[in-house]
Structure formats: structure tokens, C-alpha cells
């Protein structure tokens, strides 16, 4: 079963940066597109920015210009760099991914475990 790894959240001040990691734990066919989401306390998950195989970006308003998508497809990894980091940034951050495990595998949506973000004011 693969499983989704993230790293790299924490606790900074308004202003600051991090960057966040997200790896499959095993070796795979392919993956199609990927994403980070987040979770605020008390309201729904919300797409944060999203990458296809091709390399194709999108973001959420309230991160364009602050936050970059990136993936390395040798390494099976997804990165989020997040800067000039928010208070309203403060939240659980999951990946996601369409993996295709094996050549003879269907479409799966996998979720990492989430990592915490926190934005001090």
C-alpha cells in the first residue's frame, strides 16, 4: 500500500517561510496530478494549489504570489514552498495524489497524514 509522507510544517512568524514535502513511500508506476490542501479549525478543506504530470499550476487566490508548487517526478516528491506566510495561513496541510501503482494498477486518490502549519501573528 502506498502511503503519502509529509514533512516540513511548524510554527513561524508572520512573514516568515517554510516549505513543505510530500513523498509516496514506495516505488510506483506513475502519478498523475497532485495537490496540497488545508484545514482550518472549524471550516471545510480547501484546495490550496495543484500540479498535473505536465506541470501544470494552479492556485488558490489567497496564495497566488506567495506559495509555489513543484514536483519532482524522479523522486516521486511534491513540494510547496509558502512564503510571506499569514496568520490566516494557520492550518492542517494534506497532499494528495492520483497514483497509478503498478503497470497493471488502476487510478487511486491517496491523502498524506497532514502536517500542521502555524502562522504567528
Known amino acids: 500500500q502506498v502511503q503519502l509522507v509529509e514533512s516540513g510544517g511548524g510554527l513561524v512568524q508572520a512573514g516568515g517561510s517554510l516549505r513543505l514535502s510530500c513523498a509516496a513511500s514506495?516505488?510506483?508506476?506513475?502519478?498523475?496530478?497532485m495537490g496540497w490542501y488545508r484545514q482550518a479549525p472549524g471550516k471545510q478543506r480547501e484546495l490550496v494549489a495543484i500540479?498535473?504530470?505536465?506541470?501544470?499550476?494552479n492556485y488558490a487566490d489567497s496564495v497566488k504570489g506567495r506559495f509555489t508548487i513543484s514536483r519532482d517526478n524522479a523522486k516521486n516528491t511534491m513540494y510547496l514552498q509558502m512564503n510571506s506566510l499569514k496568520p490566516e495561513d494557520t492550518a492542517v496541510y494534506y497532499c494528495?495524489?492520483?497514483?497509478?501503482?503498478?503497470?497493471?494498477?488502476?487510478?487511486?486518490?491517496?491523502w498524506g497524514q497532514g502536517t500542521q502549519v502555524t502562522v504567528s501573528s
Open positions: 514506495k516505488s510506483i508506476f506513475s502519478i498523475s496530478t
Open positions: 500540479i498535473t504530470s505536465g506541470g501544470s499550476r
Open positions: 494528495n495524489a492520483v497514483i497509478i501503482e503498478t503497470y497493471y494498477s488502476g487510478r487511486d486518490d491517496y
